[in-house]
Antibody, heavy 117, light 108 residues
Framework: EVYLVESGGGLVQPGRSLGLSCAAS????????MNWVRQAPGRGLEWIGF??????????AYAASVNGRFTISRDDSNNIAHLQMNSLKTEDTGVYYC????????WGQGTLVTVSS | DIQVTQSPSTLSASVGDRVTITCRAS??????LAWYQQKPGKAPKLLIY???SLEGGIPSRFSGSGSGTEFTLSVTSLQPDDFATYYC??????????FGQGTKVEIK
């Protein structure tokens, strides 16, 4: 069965950095685009970015709201996708999810990031 | 970047009603659109992909249609479990991807 588990969330001060991980099991994540999505409290879903497969040269794309601050990478040997978040702002607070592919029936449980002083 | 405008933002309906939600893309996305259902505190659940393909295990009262820039999600005979928030997501190859703003379906 396919599973995704996000981890690394927590409380962080504005301007600081935080790294999240998305651990995949039940499939070879190396074959898939891996996405990150977030949801601020009481708000809608916001697609953050993706990293294509190694076969597609692991190219990335990001939403304008995080471009230049967030970086997605992948560790295919361990079936993990990473989200490095720098220069965090209070508006980056929310639950962060990962999913595979262009659309997905498989999502993790999310990890909560709180940016606050 | 391609923007997706979803409407209405809130929809009041009764059990047994037929409801329709619309997503409009700022430029053509062919049929690269998915629909999700989300309940509070839960991850989104995929309903429809490629604009009109029903995900396995999803009841047939859910259907999607459209192509290009205009898309709809319809639910015939709304059931108590269907009261939730619905999102569209575009995944065009030529743009960063985006979600619609969401439609909350609430009990009238």
């Amino acid at each position: 069965e396919v599973y995704l588990v996000e981890s690394g969330g927590g409380l962080v001060q504005p301007g600081r950095s935080l790294g999240l991980s998305c651990a995949a099991s039940g499939f070879n994540s190396a074959d898939y685009i891996m996405n990150w999505v977030r949801q601020a409290p009481g708000r809608g879903l916001e697609w953050i970015g993706f990293i294509r497969s190694k076969a597609d040269r692991s190219t990335t794309a990001y939403a304008a709201s995080v471009n230049g601050r967030f970086t997605i990478s992948r560790d295919d040997s361990n079936n993990i996708a990473h989200l490095q978040m720098n220069s965090l702002k209070t508006e980056d607070t929310g639950v962060y999810y990962c999913f595979r592919g262009h659309y997905s029936s498989t999502w993790g449980q999310g990890t909560l990031v709180t940016v606050s002083s | 970047d391609i923007q997706v405008t979803q409407s209405p933002s809130t929809l009041s309906a009764s059990v047994g009603d037929r409801v329709t939600i619309t997503c409009r893309a700022s430029q053509s996305i062919s049929n690269y659109l998915a629909w999700y259902q989300q309940k509070p505190g839960k991850a989104p659940k995929l309903l429809i992909y490629d604009a009109s393909s029903l995900e396995g295990g999803i009841p047939s009262r859910f259907s999607g249609s459209g192509s290009g820039t205009e898309f709809t999600l319809s639910v015939t005979s709304l059931q108590p479990d269907d009261f939730a928030t619905y999102y569209c997501q575009q995944y065009s190859s030529y743009s960063p991807w985006t979600f619609g703003q969401g439609t909350k379906v609430e009990i009238k």
